[in-house]
């Protein structure tokens, strides 16, 4: 169907600056910094994380100091790199710590991960405090040289069994290697123990802590994660290092399965002696952040469009925040989520806000926004199959359920939405979405209704103007 262009009325729009423009998207998908940035009240649980680590083997002669793995644990989106951010913040000023980052996923080693990450860790001590890890920077140059030496020599000889050239990717080396590298490596003659005693010695004696923070584990490959897992428990075991581990642990235990023999939910408990699971947004915190983010969207457009954002079929002088915040938990699962929605729908309300005319209602715009961004297969279903969205049929979306029972799921004959309805039923994770009863009552909302006036979504006047980037 086609939109009418003898609208009754049209809403002028004043034509946008440069500066406007630059506001269009909003959000950039960066972690917050620091606590002051905090909407969430992660920043109490950062400063417990910093101060125990602070008091992690304090007092301890460096015979006893051992290392630690912290593991943060939460879904993508939940804000780990947040907290680890805050969690920095609250030690960076602190003198007897030296944080070290380290992204594993920004190199392409193979196996050669183990020689990288100790360097890496040299290179970046050197930076930050090279006269109170003299000794600890050459230990590392050297213990990196070493483990060099063996991937080397198992490569170019090709006379190491995997075994024993497995020591680049975190495995102790055998007696065959050790004799090798007494032969070929020149200034690493010391054996892996002599050299791995004599780095332990040197970062026992320190009274500083390395945090090593590695953040987006879960963005490896399984054989990977199995590296850096090794690397930290077997041959970055020293004193006064700490481990910061990031990750959400469903995807690792799942890459941990698919590359072990064992289980990766126990793979992962031999290493990670600290997990720390991060409490998820509550509802009423996600509600607050897009109420904000929604009003700042309205506030950047022209005055003469307010009335527009206030629908009286969603309830008495209903604003978009009372549409769009009982998808909190639902579609909007954490601040991720919000953000991305906000920076998709200023930027496309813009667009439909900017020939002088507005055919659309900017509430059920940012409705169907959302089901475009969060169940692209039920938005595809509404643009595909309108008239069926606006038959009584559609009133009760329990009916959906039912819908195919009286289709022969196998007869040839089905037409196109026939077969649209069924896949829609057959999908569970969609159906289940469609069905709650937040997002069953917004859609018959926006389409039950005959009534026109305000360039409703219910209109089919005004359907494919919410298709378009233009109005």
Not at 19 to 45: C, M, T, W, Y
Not at 379 to 387: L, T
Not at 431 to 460: A, C, P, V
Request: hydrophobic share 35%; aromatic share 10%; charged share 30%.
């Amino acid at each position: 169907m086609t939109a009418n262009k003898k609208a009754t009325s049209k809403v002028k729009v004043k034509k946008e600056t440069d500066n406007e423009v630059s506001k269009i998207i909003r959000h950039d998908d960066q972690p917050i910094k620091s606590s002051g940035e905090d909407i969430l009240g992660r920043a109490k649980f950062s400063k417990y994380l910093a101060k125990a680590i602070l008091n992690w083997g304090a007092n301890l002669p460096p015979k006893k100091k051992e290392s630690l793995v912290i593991g943060i644990n939460a879904e993508w989106g939940s804000g780990k790199s947040s907290v680890i951010n805050m969690t920095e913040k609250e030690l960076e000023n602190n003198k007897n710590v030296v944080i070290i980052k380290f992204n594993p996923w920004a190199f392409s080693a193979g196996n050669n991960l183990g020689p990288l990450f100790f360097m890496e860790i040299s290179n970046q001590l050197e930076k930050k405090d090279k006269k109170g890890f003299v000794a600890t920077i050459k230990g590392l140059r050297n213990y990196s040289g070493f483990m060099i030496t063996i991937s080397t020599l198992a490569n170019s000889l090709g006379v190491l069994s995997p075994e024993d050239a497995a020591i680049a990717t975190g495995i102790t080396i055998s007696a065959n290697a050790e004799k090798l590298l007494k032969q070929y490596g020149g200034k690493h003659r010391k054996s892996e123990k002599e050299t791995r005693e004599l780095l332990r010695d040197e970062l026992g004696k320190q009274d500083k802590k390395i945090v090593v923070v590695i953040d987006d584990i879960d963005r490896l490959t399984g054989p990977e994660v199995k590296q850096i897992l090794r690397l930290i428990r077997v041959n970055g075991d020293f004193p006064n290092m700490i481990y910061l581990l990031a990750f959400d642990r469903l995807v690792i235990e799942k890459l941990l399965s698919s590359d072990n023999d064992t289980s990766g939910k126990d793979y992962l408990e031999k290493i990670v002696q600290v997990n720390l699971q991060l409490p998820a947004a509550k509802d009423e915190e996600i509600y607050k952040f897009l109420e904000q983010e929604l009003d700042i969207i309205k506030q950047s457009l022209p005055k003469d469009l307010w009335k527009y954002f206030k629908s009286s079929e969603f309830g008495s002088e209903s604003d978009m925040i009372n549409v769009l915040g009982p998808m909190c938990g639902t579609m909007f699962k954490n601040i991720r989520d919000v953000k991305r929605f906000i920076n998709s729908l200023n930027f496309k309300l813009q667009q439909v806000c900017n020939e002088g005319q507005v055919l659309v209602s900017p509430v059920d715009f940012a409705a169907l926004e959302m089901i475009r961004l969060f169940v692209p297969t039920f938005y595809k279903f509404i643009k595909d199959y309108p008239n069926f969205c606006y038959s009584q049929e559609f009133d009760e979306l329990e009916r959906l359920r039912t819908y195919s029972v009286s289709k022969n799921r196998n007869m040839p004959n089905n037409t196109p939405l026939e077969e649209a309805v069924i896949q829609t039923i057959e999908n569970k994770e969609l159906s289940k979405i469609i069905l709650e009863t937040e997002f069953k009552d917004l859609i018959i909302k926006m389409f039950s209704s005959s009534n026109s006036g305000d360039y409703r979504m219910r209109d089919s006047e005004f359907f494919d103007s919410y298709f378009t980037l233009r109005a």
